[in-house]
């Protein structure tokens, strides 16, 4: 099975095999000037079989087609014809046709004066997880709850989005300075995801239903998902020897068919703690009163922006660049029988946003080379601000931005190049109008937040020092030191002050040190082997007025790459990675948590041809993802029942193909593909008992998935 990524027109291609032309060995030069002068089209088709049923192929086959059935027709086609008398280029392509990811594409292009395409895709996200579950109308915006007598006795269902895009486009030269472009696209989105819709124990807001095991319920409601989205662009690009510049319109507008999820609750549901929840008498009625509210589903939202964009050339050796957009964007369809304030229809949503970007690359001498980029975005909500469901307001996001850098880079003697930068970037938040934005329950049960900040600001610091050391071998060493603090805090539980030892505060305003190393090294000990070496390591440190909520974050990584030419029919590539993530919390009801994540892969690879006629080729890779949740106490006591497990997901796949030339222009292609993942989540599952909501409906994953997938294909070649 080959997978390609569409691509409409062939500039891409061309610069690409004109680089290859002026670099390569004259033997190569010849058959890529032949390859432009005489493009080469091919149809291949030929059938796919994997083993194993929907569960095993879940992981493997979530976007690439081979998740439902055992056995797929695999059919490409690409069609390129050159006219050399009308400089005419014509190219009709098909991939994955046989899939449920297909795409089909045409242009037309005369070289220096118009193009067009048209394009169709699918793509379809099947959900790897499967739901058990007595849910009738499953997937519609009116699904009836129905409680299972045990886990697992209901109807599987196997979630999937189904994305069908149609595009087209064209361009036009209209002086030799000066051409329009033109482009629109239509995606329509249909299907159902994963979602729900729960009560939690909150005597503040559901004062009639009591603090115990009774006053909580999660129910599995999948989101139908029925949308379109359209986008339109047009702009004129204008070029001369000193100017590039490119100005005009993008529309987005997403429609939503689906407004509001309405559920239905029919029979007793299942309390957390395993008895029978009576939904005909309190407190079991009143919990799913709320239960049965609308959801209310993504809203029809637009967005309009303009924009001018391009460089200057000041001087042969230094370039200007500029930037700048606006773009208006609404949200107002009508709430309809979703309930709101009185006297609003509507959220009436509004984001004005301003985008200015100036740049200067310079080269005031030879071993002297100069950048310098400012960028500054002013975000403006005006939205009107409403009072929701009687406790909560809408909340403004209007910001202002300002960042920018400066870089210098010098060429030192005895091979070395050194490299200084300086970084800056501030933020100022509108705060709220008055605390009640934010909670208007008195007193309040938990409090969300204690505090926010209107500024923040970020300096940071760069150096790179790379050398040469010989022909061999290179090697760079850099370091990066960055500082964040800003304002005073408004406070907003008034129950709390700046000096709170639990107060919450959002990471994004915290203050902020991060330290950065990173090392690399090429070295090519013989003239067929080449290796790269990569180690980094960082870390954040965080401060707040609270003793509690983020301290601090780390991360480090460590790679080694490798190339070997065995011969010239044999070559050899290999890899290894590691990268470690680490975050520190103090959490303000009193423990305190370790989280870490060991990501680490490796590979090895060959492609070789043994006989005139035969190429193969293969690859062996390993992954291995391991989230840890290490917790603790704050007094030192340890975790009630442990703490949580670790997630782990790890996948070994080993994927083969081989080439036999049956003639010049006739090729039989062979795929192998053979994966074996697991993965294990205590999210979802724990000890093979799955995740069970309170009508017993339950969603899990086949822990152990292994499955080889074989493809044969007759490819035809011709120009």
Known sequence: MKTTKMQFGFSQKLLTLAVIAAFAPAHAEEAE?????????????????????????????????LRENDSNLLLEFNFIKRD?????????????????????????????????????????????????????????????????????????????????????????????????????????????????????????????????????????????????????????????????????????????????????????????????????????????????????????????????????????????????????????????????????????????????????????????????????????????????????????????????KLEANYRLPDNYQATLG??????????????????????????????????????GYRAELRRSMSETINAALSYEHSKRDGGSWLIIEPNNTASNAVGTYPMTMLDRKRDKVKVSIDWTPIEKLSLQFMLEDGKDKYSAPSDKGLRDTGMSSYGVDAALILSESWKLTGYLNQNTQTVHVDHNVGYMAELENINTSLGLGVIGKPLSKIEIGGDLSYLNDDNRYQQSMATGAPIVGGGLPDVTYRVTRLKLYGEYALEKSAVIHADMVYQSAKINEWTWGNNGIPFTYSDNATVSMQQNQNLTFLGFSYVYKFR
């Open 33 to 65: 000037v032949a390859q432009l002068v005489r493009p080469e089209s091919y149809v291949s088709a030929g059938l796919g079989a994997a083993t194993g049923d929907t569960n095993d192929r879940a992981i493997f086959g979530q976007y690439n087609g």
């Open 84 to 404: 050399d008398t009308k400089g005419l280029w014509t190219n009709a392509e098909g991939h994955n046709l046989g899939l449920d990811n297909r795409e089909l594409g045409f242009s037309q292009q005369k070289q220096g004066d118009w193009k067009y395409f048209v394009g169709y895709t699918e793509m379809v996200r099947h959900d790897p997880r499967t739901i058990n579950t007595g849910l009738q109308n499953a997937e519609t915006t009116t699904p009836v709850v129905m409680s299972l007598v045990t886990p697992g006795t209901g109807t599987d269902v196997n979630l999937k989005i189904k994305r069908k895009a149609l595009s087209a486009g064209a361009e036009k030269w209209l002086t030799p300075n000066l051409m329009f472009v033109v482009s629109a696209k239509n995606e329509d989105r249909k299907g159902a995801r994963l979602s729900g819709t729960g009560v939690a124990c909150m005597p503040a807001v559901f004062s009639s239903i009591p603090c115990s095991s009774l006053g909580a319920a999660m129910l599995l409601l999948p989101e139908p998902i029925d949308s379109k989205t359209k986008q339109f662009e047009l702009k004129l690009n204008y070029s001369d020897e000193k100017l590039m510049l490119s100005g005009g319109y993008y529309g987005s507008f997403f429609n939503n068919t689906n407004r509001s999820m309405n559920p239905q609750v029919s029979g007793n549901l299942v309390n957390p703690d395993g008895t029978t929840l009576d939904t005909t008498t309190t407190p079991g009625s009143t919990l799913v009163g709320y239960l049965q509210q609308p959801m209310a589903l993504a809203p029809d939202n637009q967005a309009h922006q303009l924009y001018v964009s391009g460089t200057y050339a000041v001087t042969p050796k230094t370039r200007t660049t500029f930037k700048y957009a606006y773009t208006h964007a609404t949200q107002n369809e009508d709430f309809g029988s979703l309930g709101a304030p009185a006297g609003v229809s509507n959220l009436g949503g509004v984001l004005d946003s301003n985008l200015v970007q100036l740049g200067l690359t310079a080269r005031p001498m030879e071993k002297l080379s100069m950048l310098g980029s400012l960028r500054y975005e002013d975000k403006a909500d005006k939205t009107p601000l409403a009072l929701y469901n009687g406790a909560y307001t809408n909340d403004l996001t209007s910001s202002r931005k300002l960042g920018g």
């Open 422 to 459: 300086i970084d800056y970037a501030s933020v100022h938040r509108d705060n709220p109008v008055t605390t009640a934005d934010i909670m208007n329950i008195t007193p309040p049960a938990i409090s969300p937040l204690t505090g926010l900040r209107e500024d923040t600001n970020e300096l």
